[in-house]
């Protein structure tokens, strides 16, 4: 996978609310499956993997805002270490470096315009695999609305995630059947939790990388701890107990 080094990098609707807040619900019943995410007195690494094509700018541009929760909820616990890996076009896909902070991450995406393209879901699959196998990265987070590959590829690689112990946290925007279908198996596989949330739905999406982020540095417990510190996510947390 290409490395980016600029000077930062860097059919038919179900009813929304119901369905958005029982798909949420469900995602952290997986989540309270989950084993321990890291070892005592180590910070987390987490990959945060965006589709960076033209459909997804309105998301891009959430997620730039939203990023910085993942690292306040992180710091309360131990602090995580992000790697933003996103692709467009034909054939790019880029990882940046690993970062510490909000401002870091905010800045390498900021840097960055949605192009037209397919996805590539299975280099952002395959990236992971290498980047745990040279040290451990505690969770992979997809956000995307599509997926135009071979799903058997996919699984294939989504299992190697799953032999390594690093889940994939697959979040599907919108309701598109073959990203659903795709999304689940690579949750399944690499024994992590799949979840659609509604399009534009910001508060849906805060909340699950929130989730997300308190697992990858301090596994269960700081996702338990997470209810008692945001009122938001009382609803949440409480499908963990």
């Not at 395959?126 to 699984?155: P, R, W, Y």
């Not at 024994?191 to 509604?198: I, K, V």
Request: charged share 25%; glycine share 8%.
């Amino acid at each position: 996978m290409a490395k980016d080094r600029t000077p930062a990098p860097t059919d038919q609707k179900a009813p929304a609310t119901t369905s958005s807040r029982n798909a949420i619900d469900a995602f952290l019943n997986q989540v309270r499956a989950l084993g321990p995410a890291t070892q005592a007195g180590r910070r987390g690494r987490l990959i945060f993997a965006l589709d960076a094509t033209m459909s997804r700018q309105p998301l891009w541009d959430t997620a730039c805002k939203l990023q910085g929760d993942m690292f306040a909820e992180a710091a309360a616990i131990g602090g995580l270490d992000v790697q933003l890996v996103y692709y467009r076009g034909l054939n790019e896909c880029r990882a940046s470096r690993w970062v510490s902070d909000a401002r870091q991450l905010g800045g390498l995406m900021e840097k960055i315009d949605c192009r037209g393209g397919h996805s590539q879901i299975g280099k952002v699959l395959a990236h992971t695999k290498v980047e745990t196998e040279k040290q451990k990265v505690q969770a992979l987070v997809f956000v995307g609305d599509a997926m135009e590959e071979a799903i058997d590829d996919l699984c294939a690689a989504a299992g190697n995630l799953g032999l390594l112990s690093t889940p994939a946290f697959m979040f599907q925007e919108g309701h598109d059947p073959v990203a659903e279908q795709a999304f689940r198996e690579v949750a399944r596989l690499s024994r992590g939790a799949y979840c659609r949330f509604d399009p534009g739905a910001a508060h849906q999406l805060r909340e699950l990388l929130r989730a997300v982020a308190a697992y990858a540095a301090g596994g269960l417990k700081a996702l338990a701890d997470l209810k008692a510190r945001s009122s938001e996510a009382v609803k949440l947390i409480e499908q963990l107990r």
